[in-house]
């Protein structure tokens, strides 16, 4: 997809339930100490690829070690070359929503481009699409990047202009409403904002229901790219159709690069809360095309 379709995106400032959807391009959130632009940007605004495209975080997982798609497989743990957190699979097709908080981590960036996803999902673990919506930390050389959005994979993602910074409390939701209807909601309490967003995607298979941070994609060959440094981020109050996260026995998963280099460490899950501790940015941009 070229740089233009990838960078047409949807920008939504205050609450809001979406209709007729207008395409413009995105305006990337707060850099460090600067607030967010209430309108769109230019397309060259905040971060790029290293082959100069579009960050497009979220999407589905590409799981590298074994892994469990049936209930009641107690600590069961996997390895993936762009998500790590938990996965909650195997309710019989029956998913229908999934909700947690998490703190906005602060970024570290050196030099090079990197990136890294924080969010809440259906889908994806065992499935081609993903409803999901969280925030970002992407480094654009030497300059941190903090901005939030939503996405129906494998649809483009639509970015909030709203300002999001380290150490900001966000909780997300993503909930079925029946048909091939989902409500994606989307708070930053410290900042005063929030997001509804009803969207549609036939056929979604609802098959899991996750709290994830990825390395996002896409190299030009459609691969994955660098985890940006985002130090730890601690996410609470997980649930899925209700529940707490863990009553669903869900999998843990580990980040590393596709020469299995690790790249974040997952805690235990303690009812709904665990962290994600950065690691290493593995071997550069790496894995095959998604899907």
Request: aromatic share 8%; charged share 10%.
């Amino acid at each position: 997809m070229s740089l233009s379709a990838r960078r047409r995106a949807l920008v939504i400032a205050g609450s809001s339930v979406l209709a007729g959807f207008t395409l413009m391009a995105p305006a990337y959130a707060a850099t460090s100490g600067h607030s967010a632009a209430p309108t769109a940007t230019s397309a060259a605004a905040g971060p790029r690829t290293p082959d100069g495209g579009a960050v497009q975080p979220g999407g589905v997982s590409h799981l590298v070690g074994p892994h469990t798609i049936h209930p009641g497989a107690r600590n069961a743990t996997t390895t993936s070359t762009n998500w790590s957190g938990y996965a909650a699979t195997g309710n019989n097709g029956a998913f229908t929503s999934v909700s947690s908080s998490w703190i906005e981590p602060t970024g570290t960036c050196r030099s090079g481009d990197q990136y890294s996803s924080f969010w809440v999902g259906l889908d994806g673990y065992s499935s081609e699409s993903v409803e999901q919506t969280g925030s970002e930390v992407d480094c654009a050389g030497s300059t941190v990047e903090y901005y939030s959005w939503y996405e129906m994979y494998p649809a483009n993602p639509v970015n909030f202009s709203n300002t999001v910074r380290p150490g900001d409390n966000l909780t997300g939701s993503v909930t079925y409403t029946g048909g091939s209807s989902f409500t994606l909601k989307l708070a930053d309490t410290t900042q005063g904002w929030s997001h509804t967003v009803t969207k549609t995607l036939s056929g979604a298979a609802r098959s899991s229901a996750e709290v994830i941070a990825e390395a996002p994609c896409c190299t030009n060959s459609g691969g994955i790219l660098p985890l940006a440094d985002f130090g730890k981020v601690s996410f609470s109050g997980s649930t899925a159709n209700g529940s707490t996260l863990s009553s669903f026995n869900p999998e843990g998963i580990n980040m590393v690069s596709a020469s299995g280099v690790a790249e974040d460490s997952v805690s235990a899950l303690s009812d709904g809360s665990f962290t994600a501790t950065w690691l290493s940015s593995g071997n550069g941009p790496r894995g095959g095309p998604r899907g």
